[in-house]
Structures are given as C-alpha cells and as structure tokens.
C-alpha cells in the first residue's frame, strides 16, 4: 500500500478529461491522475515506452479506458493488457458513453474489470468516477507485486 | 417396386379380357345360332327325301294290299338310327305296317294327321301322302328323334367353350405383354409425381418411354417441374438478395444508433457537466435568474439524454432477436408491481388483477409491454384519491387471448386514439405528465412482433383501458387469481 496509487486515464475528448479530472478532485481523491488521449500513447505509458521511457517505474492502480479513441481504440488496449502477464492483474474500468450490447459484451470477453457507461447526468458521472476511484485504488487489493513479476 | 397391386394394370386387364370374352363369346354363339338352322333344315329336308323315297316304294305294296311288302319296305328304315317309327296308313286311314314291327301301340299315331312336317316331343314327324298317277294309296308317317341335331350342337358347345377359354387364356398373356406399353409408362410418370410430392425435390425428372399421349404428359409434366424448380431458385436467390439488403440496412442503422449512443450523447454529458460546473464554480455570484438557467440547462441535457436513450432502446426492439419461451403473466405483473412501489409510495391504489393465461413470448420484450402499461396506469391515476387498476383476461375467441389493463385516472379523448402509439406522440403536457412518448410506441412494437395488436378505450377523466392481444395459438389457460389492494 506504499506505492504511489496512480490513475492511469485514456480518453480522447478534452471536456471528458476536464469532467473527469473535475470529479475526482471535486472528492478530494488525491492520486496522480496520468491522462493519455489515444490507445498507443496507453500502450506506450503502460510498458514505458515511447514518450514514456523515462516515466517512473511502477503499474498504475487503475486504468481507466474510454472504447472510442483514434489509432488504438480502448478494447484493443484491453486486449492487449489482459494477454499480458505483466499487465494482467491492473484493474481496467471501462469508461464510456456506449450503451451498445456488443461494446459490453466485447469488454467482459476480453477481460475487463468493471465497464461504466458516462451518465448525462453530471452528478451520476461525479458519483460513478468516485465510487470506481475509491473502489479500485483504495478497498482493491492487487496480489503482491512480487508475485505480479514472477509471472 | 411396388408394394401394391397398381390397380391401373389390373383395370387394364380385366377391360382387355371382359373385351376378348365378348367378342369371342359372340361370334360362337352367331355360329351356333346358324349352325343350328342350318342344321334343322337340312334334317327336314332329308327327311323329306327319305320319305318321297319311302312314299314311292311302297304304291306297289299299298296298291297290291301286300302288308308283307310294306313291312319289308318299311325295314329299310333302320339304316337310320334316328328314324324311331315310322308307318303306313291305307287311303281310308287304317294302320297297314309300322317300323320297327314291334313298336308300341301308343308311339304311333293311330290316324294319318295333316300332310307335312310336325314337331313333336323333341322330335320331328311327317306324313308324306303315297301317290300313284295322280292317285292317293295311303299315307307314310315318319318320325326322326333330331338327336343327329342335338349331338351335333352339343359337340359344337363343346368346342366353343373350348375356344372361349382357350381365347381368353391367349389374350390374358397377349395382354399382359402389350398392356405394358400403357401402363408403365404411367406408372413411372406417377411413381416421380410421388417422389415430387413427399421429398419436395423438384429436380427428379420422368423418363418418356414412348411418344404417344403419355409421352406428351409426361414432357409436359417435366416442363412442369423445371418451371418449378426454376421459380423456386429464383424465389431463393431473391430472398438471399432481399435479405442481404435488408442486412444492409439493418448494419446501416446499427451503425446509426451507434453512432447516436456514442457521438450524440458526449456533448450533451459536456452541456449538462459544464453547467453543473459552472453552478459549483460561480454558483455564489450567480443571481437567482442565473441559477435557474444553469438548471434548466442540466434539466434540459438530462431530458435530451433520456429522449436519447429511450429511442435507442425503441430502435432496438425491432432488431433484437426474439426468444419464445412460456410466460406467467401474473408472476411478470407481480415483479413488475414490486418495482413500481417508488412511484406508488404513499398513495392509495387498489389493484385488482385476475387470473391471466400463459402466453408464449419473450419475457423480457413482454415486461417491457405491461411495465409501460402498468407506470402508465400508476402515472395518470396520480391525481385520484382513490386510484383503481385493474387486470384481467378479455373472452379468448377468434384466435387471440386479449388481456386488458384498467384505469380510472385522467384517460384521453378518442379523438386522439389514432396518436396513442406513435413515436414521440403525447396527449398531455409534460408539465402535467411527464415522458418520452416513447412508452406506447415500444409497447405496440412488441406486441406487433409477436403477432398480436393493441389499442385502447379511454373517456376523458373518466380512465382508459388497453388491450393487448396475442395470438392464441400459444396461449393457454392458468389458475390461481390472485386479489389485492
């Protein structure tokens, strides 16, 4: 519970990330919230890639991921994460506006965590951001990192 | 190859033979009606002959009274064995000498009779008149039994049955060779109609064996099946392409509500989050005219969104595959009354619903249908002290259970009845009601999917009540009626 319990948030649409950002402010959550705007740039931060070779070390303890994004979309990243032994324990929320059946289903077969559909309704959206924030990064508990690498 | 007797090929051989019988049976009984003149006169006139003969040889033994001489005479007789008497009267009709000498008293007439031939007892007799110069002796009576005759005609039946069944016997085997030619042919044209009707394949084809009549039918029962067959595969391959379009479409407008689920919603989330931000961010040095605009703002996104998300899901049902399965109408109305108890909280409502049938559909489509029809009823009973909604099962006849739910809230004016279905079609003032007008409209699209129709009957303030009915064929009778208040 030492580590830094960072969000990592993959979104497209920079009113969504002001919303977003908002929301977890709003409710004093005090984790560094690492905003990518496409899937690759994800990607890139997740196996420290890229502009990301020289972030810090560590997994964020919370992905949140938007489906509809340019060059990599969210269920490709999803994809890629959970076939991943590496990646594979972080926990994946998806966070989006599709109430489509197939997106659903789709998340839930590749593996994801939990899947959020961004209410209208500012206050749900507020409420849902926390409840997942809390959720995941606070009451969650990952396996022990040491394990996570021996993998 | 068949198992049983075909009757064609039966009813040609009995039409072949009964034919050949008659014709033969004819033709022998004309010969032995002819054979049988032919036959009589040819006797009379023998025995005509006999007599003359007779008759000539014996003046001398009448003329001389030399009984003696007619008897020798007379004896002559007996080189034919069907003679069986004969006799010699004097002119004044005494008997004067009989043949055979020892005949009966009673087997020769004790007078002469009229000149000429006499049928007599299965026999034929004449009496011949003896002359000389002119002059009457006597009289000779002769007397055949016919049986030459008779022998002759029964050798002749004889041999006509014979011929009879020996014409039958050849044209029962004659007829079984050629009848072939005619029957199997038809057999065979009818043995592919049968393959054609049971298997449904209408590629198999007949194969002409001649080109008589039934070749004919059986090249134009061939054409037939092509032209069959040829509609068919064209009907299929129109149904393939109409259904590639129709998936077209349907990918069209999957596409659509996508992107409205998608792209639609996120700058109404903005417009609504923003205000909302900008109430917590300037709410303070807002005035209250401003606060209310900020509000009507988020109303108004909030609105937008549930119009959004209504229409989606009413896109939806069209496209949705449909599952039949046995439904409980009164166990779905129960968990959908439990769910309506947020609504209901604190008034008064008096349910009543009877015993429903079971019907056969999609549960989840048909909770759709009676939650909308019940949120309706508990919604415009809203300004009734005492609200009253009732359920029930209409008369099932024509086909269809009809199951209505009742009212004695605000209803409607007929007037309207043709709009209560409509997409976005409302009659009252959301101010008054609120709702999408999206509720009925999704109602009559599940129930028209399963076959059924909906309408309602309504006075205004008075209440409505709507019927659905389904097609009954999958409905059937349940118990237990439940009552509550």
């Known amino acids: 519970m030492s580590e830094p319990k960072n969000i990592l948030l993959a979104e497209d649409n920079p009113l969504d990330i002001e919303m977003t950002l908002n929301a977890l402010q709003t409710n004093h959550l005090v984790n560094e919230v690492v905003v990518v705007r496409n899937g690759a740039e994800a990607l890139d931060y997740l196996y420290a890639r890229g502009a990301y070779a020289h972030r810090v070390a560590g997994d964020p303890a919370l992905v949140l991921l938007d489906i509809k994004m340019p060059k990599v979309d969210g269920l490709e990243v999803l994809h890629c994460m959970k076939n991943d032994a590496k990646l594979r324990s972080i926990p994946v929320v998806m966070l989006t506006s599709s109430r489509e059946e197939s997106d659903l289903l789709q998340s839930y077969k590749l593996g994801t965590n939990a899947y959020v559909v961004k209410p209208v309704d500012f206050s749900s959206f507020i409420e849902a951001v926390t409840q997942l924030s809390i959720f995941w990064t606070v009451h969650n508990e990952l396996p022990p990192r040491v394990a996570r690498e021996a993998e | ?485």
């Open chain 2, 1 to 485: 190859m068949f198992p049983q007797a075909p009757p064609i090929r039966r009813k040609l051989m009995v039409m072949l033979l009964v034919t050949c019988g008659a014709v033969v049976m004819v033709t022998c009984l004309s010969y032995f009606i002819y054979e049988f003149w032919t036959f009589r006169r040819t006797t009379v006139s023998q025995l005509d002959l006999l007599g003359e003969v007779i008759a000539n040889n014996s003046t001398a033994a009448l003329a001389f009274d030399s009984a003696d001489d007619a008897q020798q005479i007379l004896a002559a007789l007996a080189a034919d064995r069907h003679i069986v008497a004969g006799g010699l009267y004097t002119a004044q009709g005494a008997l004067f000498a009989r043949y055979p000498a020892a005949l009966a008293e009673g087997m020769i007439p004790a007078a002469p009779d009229t000149d000429g031939r006499h049928f007599v007892g299965g026999g034929l007799a004449i009496f011949q008149p003896v002359m000389r110069n002119g002059k009457r002796l006597g009289t000779l009576y002769l007397r055949s039994d016919l049986g030459a005759m008779y022998e002759r005609l029964k050798l002749f039946a004889g041999t006509g049955a014979l011929v009879v069944l020996a014409s039958l016997a050849l044209a029962f085997f004659v007829s079984r060779a050629l009848q072939r030619q005619i029957s199997e042919p038809i057999l065979a044209l009818a043995e592919t109609a049968r393959a054609v009707s049971d298997r449904h394949d209408y590629s198999v084809r007949a194969v002409r064996q001649s080109a008589d009549e039934i070749g004919q039918l059986t090249d134009a029962f061939n054409h037939m099946l092509g032209r069959i067959q040829q509609l068919n595969q064209e009907l299929e391959q129109r149904v393939l392409e109409r259904t590639a379009e129709l998936r077209a479409a349907n990918q069209e407008l999957e596409a659509f509500s996508y992107s409205v689920s998608h792209d639609l919603r996120a700058p109404l989330r903005h417009i609504g989050g923003f205000a909302v931000m900008l109430e917590q961010h300037a709410g303070r040095s807002l005035d209250d005219k401003g606060r209310r605009y900020v509000a009507v703002i988020q109303d108004s996104a909030t609105r937008m969104g549930q119009l959004i998300d209504d229409l989606l899901t009413f896109s939806r049902l069209g496209r949705s595959e449909m599952r039949r399965e046995p439904v409980k109408l009164n166990e779905l109305v129960e968990e959908i009354r439990q769910s309506l108890q947020a609504e209901i909280n604190g008034r008064h409502i008096t349910w009543r619903v009877a015993a429903l049938p079971h019907v056969s559909g999609d549960a989840a489509l048909l909770r759709q249908v009676f939650a909308n029809l019940l949120a309706n009823a508990v919604k415009y009973t809203r300004q009734r002290a005492e609200a009253r909604i009732e359920l029930g099962a209409d008369g099932r006849d024509a086909g269809e259970t009809v199951i209505f739910v009742r009212d004695n809230g605000a209803g409607f004016d007929m007037k309207y009845a043709d709009k209560l279905f409509g997409v976005f079609q409302r009659l009252h003032h959301s101010d008054e009601f609120e709702g999408t007008g999206v509720g009925l409209a999704t109602v009559r699209r599940i129930v028209q999917r399963h076959g059924g129709r909906v309408w309602a009957e309504a006075k205004l303030q008075e209440g409505a009540t709507f019927f659905v009915a389904l097609p009954s064929a999958t409905a059937r009778a349940s118990s237990a009626p439940s009552k509550n208040s």
